[in-house]
């Protein structure tokens, strides 16, 4: 290091170099220049601590929709047939999205502060999110074949028609 780098004054007495602790600082110490310098660390510190909180703020909300892609190809993985493991895995894509709606504010709630605000942008992005892998789990109980959307499978509550007429006749056997 070069001597120009370090500039000592002297011109201070040796009282205003002490610490309330009656320790000598090093030469050329200034508890102004320390106090300066602690702010500008705090405000850096302060200022990465909100960058961190606003960015997991987003990584949450967008968390179901980044997983959309991989719950496609799980559905795909799971096949088109009616049985048990494409049905559970149908359920789980359902209610997971339901109970992540009903819990929206609790799951914000660590993540809220003055730097993140109120987060209303994040919630409807996760609500659409979430909203997004309910409308895959009912497009694949279409395609299973399991969602009643065809008037044939309600015939059982349309109304039989009445006779409108009776016939007797006795049949005779030649």
């Known amino acids: 290091m070069s001597l120009s780098q370090w500039k000592l004054d002297y011109s201070y ?6 610490t ?5 600082n090093p030469p050329g110490f200034y508890s102004s220049a320390a106090t300066i310098q602690h702010t500008a660390d705090a405000e850096r510190s302060a200022d990465q601590h909100e960058h961190l909180a606003r960015k997991r ?7 179901p929709a980044k997983s959309l892609p991989m719950n496609m190809f799980m559905m795909y993985m799971a096949g088109g047939g009616v049985s048990i493991f494409p049905i559970m895995m149908v359920g789980m894509m359902l209610f997971r999205p339901l109970k992540a709606l009903f819990s929206v ?19 409807l992005i996760f609500c659409l999110g979430n909203l997004g892998a309910i409308g895959l789990a009912i497009y ?3 395609t299973m ?16 028609p009445g006779r409108a007429q009776y016939s007797i006749i006795d049949e005779v056997f030649i």
């Open 13 to 18: 007495s040796s009282k205003s170099c002490r």
């Open 20 to 24: 309330s602790d009656s320790n000598f």
């Open 57 to 63: 703020a987003w990584d949450t909300a967008m968390g």
């Open 105 to 123: 504010n609790s799951t914000f709630k660590p993540l809220e502060s003055p730097a993140t605000g109120a987060m209303i942008i994040h919630k």
């Open 140 to 142: 694949k109980v279409h």
């Open 145 to 160: 074949g399991l969602l009643p959307n065809t008037p044939s499978d309600w015939l059982e509550f349309i109304p039989q």
